[in-house]
């Protein structure tokens, strides 16, 4: 997904399909993290040490029982910080879909998938379909028409479209991007097989795009927004306790915060009254990109408060001598290697960025040069004085150059502050060893080994060199972690999926312990239900799997599990069941060419020569493409 935390997240979807080998089609989402927080109850097996306490603040409203109450009643007593806000990006940063509003229609073809893709209004919605093209004696084959819902992005780099299908939140295929003012692919469907309407939008991944929303019902991706737009409640926290003081009062009393009478607020949390790591860590929840993360124990990234530690949360890992490289979301990456960041103790975000506001572009160059020169005299700058003048004395075009970034037609900012004349710098790493952004020091030694297994583990699941020696790591931690004691859903389902890979019984009782943990993330539910789902099939337990199925699709909407349904079915000896199952696995992802040949076999069997010939015109098309995309690989 383009959202800022996709890459960031925690467990497990993702090598489902490793331990379900004998399913038919299995392409579950790569959908890290685990943000969601149950309220049914502990843990079912053994007694755990407890984990360490949250921090504790002077912030009264940092408190995890003070109620958020929404931009609009700030508005009331800060008008003016309120109308300047609405001219950043962040609070643009989503927004229901108004179509009066949005880019023009517009279509593009695809031709490494066969599929165009066309955006349009009617009947005053937003939408978009997705074709597939050259397909015999046909041409055109609608695959999927939705409406779009919402739009995330400010529409200063791009514009990504959510819809809702089946009730659940799905990213629409074909984004808006402002450099090339046209539209194209979304970041990560440049594919021969792309996710169409498949992708889910989940808590995690819209975290750092929505003011305020929440997964119902338990599931992945049902989502109720309660705040669009990033809003003043996620940089200075919950406002109830704020509102019912000065409600109580009066009124703000303007320009007296640090009066006599009126010392600091101690009801609303102000980035600017915090120590650096703690106004940091308001940033880091979105602008900090590590390599491998591990949820807090007992707690949830959505119960972080402004005023508080990140790690007592969320805990992020980089490789020893770490850099990525730029990307989107690594803004404070970059800024801690700058030697302005390390030999400060004054310089944040905040010094360069007004959160309430952003300059025109005609005063940005003098805005930002001006912030440059409270630290640095002009003649600090030894560049040539025809340089500067070509750059209108611009020290961001030398210093923190615009760079490209992972995602294609999209470029950001470094900030990597230094005197180079590229921008895309990146210092390779030499070892393999994660360690912690921040201080642990608060963490049990318990803690600390579960939370960097959870990190060596989620760094397992990206392809690479490291995934074996990751994995290794990661079930030498966790083990050790259990062996104390330590009895947790999550940690008990990062070793099932480890040791899934054999599809031992080992794995399926580690699965079946995770399952007992009420307050096991919605993810790794996922994951452990997918997999005893398929462990059963295999062991011609069709019924059972079913059972775990039906459980599956209340929490996602997945190809995956009709496409394994389809196969049960099967097993039972109920063709039209699976034909149905089989045939919402491919409304869902049209691109499943070995659905669609069994599809085709069963409306063939089953009388319906016509749907079977359908079937069977889509399957040539997609192996056409298929055959080409693995010419293309093999070429490279």
């Not at 338990?218 to 809003?231: F, T």
């Amino acid at each position: 997904m383009s959202f800022g935390r996709a890459k960031r997240g925690l467990l497990l979807i993702g090598a489902a399909a490793a331990l379900a080998a004998a399913v038919l089609v299995c392409r579950p989402d790569r959908l890290l993290d685990a943000n969601r927080e149950r309220s049914h109850g502990p843990a079912t097996r053994g007694a755990s040490p407890p984990p360490a306490p949250v921090a504790s603040s002077a912030y009264l409203n940092t408190a995890p029982d003070v109620a958020y109450v929404g931009a609009q009643s700030c508005e009331r007593c800060h008008p003016d910080m309120h109308e300047s806000y609405h001219r950043t990006m962040m609070s643009r940063s989503m927004a229901e879909v108004d179509p009066a509003k949005e880019p023009p229609d517009g279509e593009f073809l695809h031709e490494r998938s066969g599929r165009r893709y066309e955006v349009y209004r009617a009947g005053g919605e937003l939408r978009q379909r997705e074709l597939l093209t050259g397909v015999d004696e046909v041409g055109d084959v609608l695959l999927s028409d939705f409406a779009l819902k919402y739009v995330v992005g400010s529409g200063h780099f791009s514009r990504t479209y959510l819809a809702e299908a089946d009730g659940f939140l799905v990213e629409a295929p074909a984004t808006w991007y402002a450099a090339r003012s046209d539209w194209a692919m979304s970041p990560g469907y440049d594919q021969a097989f792309p996710e169409g309407f498949e992708r889910a939008a989940p808590e995690n991944c819209l975290y750092c795009h929505a003011g305020r929303i929440e997964a119902l019902e338990g599931s992945l991706h049902k989502i109720k927004v309660h705040e669009a737009a990033i809003g003043c409640e996620r940089c200075h926290g919950p406002g109830s306790l704020h509102v019912e003081r000065w409600t109580a009062t009066g009124g703000e009393p303007a320009g007296s915060r640090r009066s006599r009478s009126h010392p600091i607020d101690r009801t609303i949390v102000n980035p600017a009254d915090l120590s650096r790591e703690l106004a940091d860590a308001i940033c880091q929840q979105c602008h900090l990109t590590s390599h491998a993360q591990a949820v807090a124990r007992g707690r949830t990234l959505g119960a972080f408060r402004p005023g508080l530690p990140l790690q007592d949360f969320f805990i992020s890992y980089r490789q020893e001598g770490h850099n990525e490289g730029m990307t989107v979301v690594g803004h404070y990456d970059q800024l801690v290697l700058s030697r302005c960041y390390q030999k400060s103790d004054q310089l944040t975000c905040l010094t360069c960025h007004n959160p309430h506001d952003r300059p025109e572009a005609r005063e940005k160059v003098a805005y930002y040069r001006s912030i440059c020169l409270s630290c640095h005299a002009p003649g600090d700058c030894h560049a040539d004085e025809s340089l500067r003048a070509s750059r209108s004395d611009d020290c961001t075009q030398c210093h923190m150059p615009t760079s490209a970034t992972e995602i294609v037609h999209l470029a950001f900012t470094n900030h990597w502050i230094g005197a180079r004349p590229h921008g895309n710098d990146k210092r390779e790493t030499t070892r393999a060893e994660l360690e912690p952004w921040h201080d642990l020091s608060r963490l049990t030694e318990l803690d600390r080994q579960r939370s960097l297994g959870l990190a060596y583990f989620a760094g397992s699941l990206e392809r690479g060199p490291q995934s074996n020696f990751y994995r290794a790591r990661a079930r030498e931690l966790l083990e050790g972690v259990r062996d104390q004691g330590l009895r947790e859903g999550l940690v008990a389902a990062a070793l099932a999926q480890i040791d899934g890979r054999a599809a031992g019984p080992e794995a399926v009782e580690l699965a079946a312990e995770a399952l007992e943990d009420f307050n096991l993330p919605v993810e790794a539910r996922i994951t452990m239900l997918y997999f005893l789902a398929s462990f059963n099939l295999r062991n011609d337990r069709p019924v059972q799997a079913i059972e775990f199925l039906h459980e599956l699709m209340r929490l996602r909407r997945s190809s995956a599990d009709w496409a394994l349904l389809g196969s049960c079915e099967a097993a039972r000896g109920d063709s039209p069941a699976a034909a149905t199952a089989f045939d919402k696995a491919v409304e869902i992802d049209p691109g499943l060419l070995t659905v669609r040949t069994e599809l085709a076999r069963l409306y063939e069997i089953s009388g319906e020569a016509e749907k079977g010939l359908r079937e069977r015109r889509i399957a040539r098309r997609l192996e056409q493409i298929a055959r080409r995309a693995a010419s293309v690989k093999n070429d490279e």
